[in-house]
């Protein structure tokens, strides 16, 4: 029952045979009576049983124990699993679907008076389902190969499980890919061998906890929630967002030929709550088959949290410390996905980017499926970077308030109901889902028998090296909108308003390094080569989106104003991979100009240093491809060596056939916000707490604000403080070391000061 003919393509019995019949009402065991007397009528030769199972629910002992004693009848007899198939009315629409569901009726499991109408008036709706059978001789070598075995009960048990699931892959060839959900998870992996030992390995672990474990864990989803949910997901964003998703349609082509090969994980990048539904809209649209959401248990909250794990979110906890037998319960119920060949997903960030660009990417869940590929569940795994970008977001309010300290609102349905009102409230242009090229874990950890073979110190670096791929490929393929560059181009004025004619014309420059770099932009960004065009765009980001226009002199102006520069950021920031390498060029230029010796050596010393500081902020490629990079930015410029190595003057000029200067704009928000956690870690003794440190740095950067020792409100950040702790941690400055923590702010004030000369218009000639 592994492999399965067309199941359209009818059976016929053709030797002795126990047929399996799921049946819930009388109109079904009457269909299956008839297609048992066509059978019989086809071969009257041949011994066929009819042994009929609950629809739902577990076999009862005595069901078991009769379909042991046919089982033991004869080595050779055949299994054949039948089911009625009903297949929905396709001429219903979404709000009559949407009224079954909320009725509580199933469109693809009707009532025994609904299965009578169907079979009088539309037949056709109404099928036999039969999957390939086996003999029983292969079910019982099955059985002992993959579970403890033991009595002829559960042998019987095993079969109708197996029977059960054949079913389940016929019925998928009816409905397509998308469809496929996993049964029976729990007690499979109950009843597997490798499983059972494994529980016995922890030290006071039971295989009863273990069940209970995998309640909490299991999910899959029924056939309602796989066209109901795109269409749910659909209607919330459209309230806010145009109806259609913008795809790459040879993504997609791509995407899909891999997908038949081989299991996937769909890792995406996370910048709002509309992230999950987005993706399950993209996968339907695509006919492709959807993927297991792992999600935090504090999203499965009243109703939602059932409706959810019927959708295919895995919903785990945050924090499980030690727990052993849960961390071996979710792994092996990753690999037992792995296995089956369900696709599955996540954020490869962990959680909502509230500042706008990746965060590093975390390697938890993802060293599950590596152990799974390891442990040769699959001959390959296909690693699917999905970045899915917006022109604007509502969220970023939330996240601005975030930025400032403000506690995060607990989930909840209020939450929930606020959250949909909210994509209402304005048009938020389109939104983007990229899927550029899968990272394959063969091409990059070797085979199965390679990875178990590495020390583990290299296996954790190849693993890191292939989730920063998947990042990097994410962030190439996200496409630069309108709303980035302009609130990149207003944010570098630090609060001074501009014309519409002097955005246009500042805008010219970065486009061309954008043209330059040959990054994806949106439509919108295209036409920002227009006046009319940028003028469209300040339309759509205006009235506090984080643009305020000024009305009432000579023009109409435009600037972001402070309380709205961290909502700013958040676009800006999306676009910053595209300029990160620009901006750390910039200020190692300056670095170089202002050293004395071999101010070559000091230029590459400087971009590795900068290079070291944002690693916890950045996405970066491996030392030597950076290098490179550094190399293709200033090639352009001709002998770029010798003009640094010339001094001051030389660098200048550098500067100034680069264009529009990105550092200040780009990299100072960060600086600050990590000079004033220095500055606090240099008054504090010992090791202070990191939430003593964040909100003594929140009342020191609103003096620092207030005073002009910072230029921008959007460096007094929780979220850029906690990465300077990271910074911190990384150079062991959180237990002590006061040395070490003047060392920092030593270093992080040399940046800023190269910072103030890049800005500094008598120093560079900057274009704004």
């Not at 550094?630 to 090639?635: G, P, S, V």
Request: proline content about 5%; overall charge neutral; aromatic content about 8%.
């Amino acid at each position: 029952m592994e492999s399965l003919e067309d199941p359209i393509a009818t059976f016929r019995v053709t030797q002795d045979a126990l047929v399996l019949a799921w049946i819930a009402s009388g109109v079904e065991r009457q269909l299956v009576e008839q297609w048992m007397a066509e059978q019989r009528r086809a071969r009257p030769d041949i011994d066929l049983r009819l042994i009929q199972l609950p629809h739902g629910g577990p076999p009862s002992a005595s069901l078991l124990d009769l379909v042991a004693d046919d089982l033991r009848r004869s080595r050779d007899r055949l299994v054949v699993p039948v089911r009625m198939f009903w297949s929905r009315d396709e001429s219903a629409s979404n709000w009559r679907a949407l009224g079954t569901l909320l009725s509580g009726r199933d469109p693809y499991r009707p009532s025994p008076r609904r299965q009578a109408r169907i079979v009088r008036s539309d037949p056709s709706r109404a099928r036999i389902v039969e999957a390939e059978p086996a003999t029983v001789t292969e079910l019982d070598r099955r059985w002992r190969d993959t579970t403890s075995a033991g009595a002829d009960r559960d042998f019987a048990g095993f079969v109708i499980r197996r029977a059960r699931l054949a079913l389940e892959r016929a019925e998928y060839r009816l409905l397509g890919p998308e469809y496929k959900s996993p049964r029976l998870v729990k007690p499979e992996l109950l009843a597997s061998l490798r499983f059972q030992e494994g529980v016995r390995r922890i030290p006071g672990a039971t295989l009863t906890e273990a069940g209970g474990i995998l309640d909490e864990m299991a999910t899959g989803w029924s056939r309602w929630s796989v066209d109901f949910v795109p269409w749910l997901g659909r209607m919330i964003f459209r309230r806010g967002f145009e109806r259609d998703l913008d795809y790459d349609d040879a993504d997609v082509s791509a995407m899909s030929e891999a997908f038949a090969v081989y299991p996937a994980v769909l890792l995406f990048s996370h910048r709002s709550n509309l992230d999950a539904l987005v993706l399950a809209v993209a996968m339907r649209d695509n006919h492709l088959p959807r993927a297991h959401l792992f999600g935090g248990i504090n999203m499965a909250f009243g109703v939602l949290g059932p409706i959810m794990r019927r959708s295919g979110v895995i919903f785990i906890r945050r924090n499980i410390g030690d727990n052993q037998l849960y961390k071996y319960v979710l792994k092996q119920y990753v690999s037992y996905l792995v296995e089956k060949r369900f696709n599955l997903t996540w954020s490869i960030e962990g959680g909502r980017s509230r500042t706008g660009h990746m965060l590093p990417p975390r390697l938890g869940l993802l060293s599950y499926v590596v152990d799974s590929y390891a442990e040769s569940r699959s001959e390959d795994i296909l690693l699917q970077p999905v970045s899915i970008s917006f022109d604007q977001l509502h969220e970023t309010a939330e996240y601005a308030a975030y930025a400032r300290g403000a506690d995060k609102a607990p989930e909840g349905m209020r939450w929930f109901v606020d959250f949909i009102r909210a994509q209402g409230q304005r048009h938020y242009g389109k939104i983007y889902v990229r899927f550029p090229a899968a990272v394959s874990m063969r091409a990059h950890l070797g085979t199965p028998q390679q990875l178990r073979d590495a020390e583990p110190a290299a296996r954790r670096l190849a693993l890191q090296k292939m989730a920063f791929e998947v990042g990097s490929r994410i962030q190439h393929a996200t496409p630069i909108s309108a709303t980035a560059l302009i609130c990149a181009v207003l944010l570098a004025d630090r609060g001074r308003a501009r014309t519409l004619e002097e955005i246009h014309a500042a805008m010219q420059d970065w486009l061309d390094y954008v043209e330059r770099r040959d990054a994806p932009v949106t439509e919108s960004a295209h036409r920002l080569r227009a006046v009319q065009g940028v003028g469209s765009a300040l339309d759509s980001v205006s009235g506090g989106h984080p643009v305020t226009r000024v009305d009432g002199g000579w023009t109409p102006v435009w600037v972001i104003t402070a309380d709205r520069e961290h909502e700013a950021a958040f676009y800006r920031n999306t676009i910053s991979h595209v300029f990160l390498e620009r901006a750390i060029t910039e200020l190692a230029l300056v670095h170089a100009a202002r050293s004395g010796g071999d101010r070559l050596a000091a230029f590459w010393s400087q971009s590795a240093q900068l290079r070291d500081l944002l690693k916890f902020d950045f996405y970066f490629v491996n030392t030597s491809t950076y290098r490179e990079h550094i190399c293709e930015e200033l090639a352009h410029l001709g002998d770029w060596e010798a003009a640094i190595s010339a001094g001051e003057a030389g660098v200048v000029d550098l500067l100034r056939g680069k264009g529009p200067i990105t550092a200040p704009t780009f990299l100072r928000s960060f600086f600050e916000a990590y000079s004033i956690v220095a500055d606090v870690l240099g008054a504090s003794a010992g090791a202070p707490p990191e939430r003593d440190v964040i909100k003594q740095a929140l009342g020191i950067g609103r003096q620092y604000l207030a005073q002009g020792r910072i230029r921008s409100s959007e460096s007094v950040s929780t979220l850029l403080f906690g990465t300077a702790m990271k910074i911190a941690g990384d150079r062991g400055l959180l237990v002590g070391n006061e040395r070490g923590r003047a060392d920092l702010r030593d270093q992080v004030t040399g940046v800023l000061r190269d910072l103030d000369r890049l800005a500094t218009p008598s120093t560079v000639s900057v274009v704004t």
